[in-house]
């Protein structure tokens, strides 16, 4: 199996580009027959979710708009159960639907933020496309409405998602391995 190694850690391969890749072109195709008559506003939460989002609106075939906010809850290989807001939302989102893109749905407490502060803008409604999600780290009571994949309650690497800021760039997504 093939291994990597980030700062002090070791990261064996989970998911290959291929699964990421499949698993996108599936929930675009879900969006496009679901959405395309609610003109949807994409939200990406950086930084995590770059890469994800931005093949899922390279897939997305009907004219759709998207913003981004910059939010942290994660510290080195854990959540701190807070969410620092780097960039807010600072449009009028008022009537929109709003679609939150996420990389990865972990104990939801990201998710929750944002979807309680996007209820008390007035949006029509919100919709949570996740590429990856680990229900058995979940603490939030939050509704997903579209998920690439479920994984385990492992600490991971690769496609957008970082150790103290590195991996970000890695095509596929890596595991912690045991011995770190
Ligand atoms: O469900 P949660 O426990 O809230 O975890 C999910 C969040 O954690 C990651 O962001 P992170 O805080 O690591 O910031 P980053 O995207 O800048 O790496 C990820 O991008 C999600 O936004
Ligand atoms: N890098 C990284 N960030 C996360 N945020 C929430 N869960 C994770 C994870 O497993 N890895």
Known sequence: MKNIQLLDKTFSLSIPASDIKKAIWEMAEKINRELRDSD??????????????????????????????????YEGTGSTG???????????????TVVLL??????????????????????????VASLLFK???LKKDIKLDYVGLKIPNDFIVGYGLDYNGYGR????????????
């Open 102 to 127: 996420e990389d990865i749905v972990d104990t939801g407490v990201t998710v929750e933020n944002c979807v309680n502060q996007l209820n008390k803008m007035g949006v029509k409604e919100v919709v």
């Open 82 to 96: 807070k969410v620092k807001e780097l960039i807010g939302f600072n449009e009028d989102l008022k009537g929109r």
């Open 169 to 180: 760039n890695l095509p596929d997504i890596y595991s912690l391995t045991a011995d770190n």
């Open 40 to 73: 949807p506003l994409m939200i990406c939460i950086l930084n995590g979710s770059f890469m994800f989002s931005a093949d899922l609106m390279k897939l997305i075939d009907f004219p759709c708009q998207i913003s981004f906010v910059k939010l942290a809850s």
């Open 135 to 137: 229900p058995d780290a």
